[in-house]
Nanobody, 119 residues
Framework: VQLVESGGGLVQAGGSLRLSCAAS????????MGWHRQAPGKQRELVAI???????NYADSVKGRFTISRDNAKNTVYLQMNSLKPEDTAVYYC??????????????WGQGTQVTVSS
């Protein structure tokens, strides 16, 4: 299963960006898709996750500013990021977990997209 991210870039503090992540390949069912980020010198951290039943979970640092959503027909997940802060600067990675048509589990990561917020 391949994940392709898009939508990163450079934005001023207070601005907005929308990230997209499209999954393709041998997919029977996606159980969850989410976004993580990794800033220089820091560990990768969960930003937001969206499960099959519609449940969401956000990092405290992004609650009220970021919104995760999905288009099931396109196997695509989005991350709308508003009121961006310089501390949101990081490489953002999409991940997906699910089941293949052969009924085996999969877990995949995207290549990452850079988000830079200037002050």
């Amino acid at each position: 299963v391949q994940l392709v991210e898009s939508g990163g870039g450079l934005v001023q503090a207070g601005g907005s960006l929308r990230l997209s992540c499209a999954a393709s390949g041998s997919i029977f069912r996606i159980n969850a898709m989410g976004w993580h980020r990794q800033a220089p010198g820091k560990q990768r951290e969960l930003v937001a996750i969206l499960t099959r039943d519609g449940s969401t979970n956000y990092a405290d640092s992004v609650k009220g500013r970021f919104t995760i959503s999905r288009d099931n027909a396109k196997n695509t997940v989005y991350l709308q990021m508003n009121s961006l802060k310089p501390e949101d600067t990081a490489v953002y990675y999409c991940n997906a977990e699910g089941i293949t048509p052969a009924l085996s589990d999969f877990g995949s990561w995207g290549q990452g997209t850079q988000v830079t917020v200037s002050s």
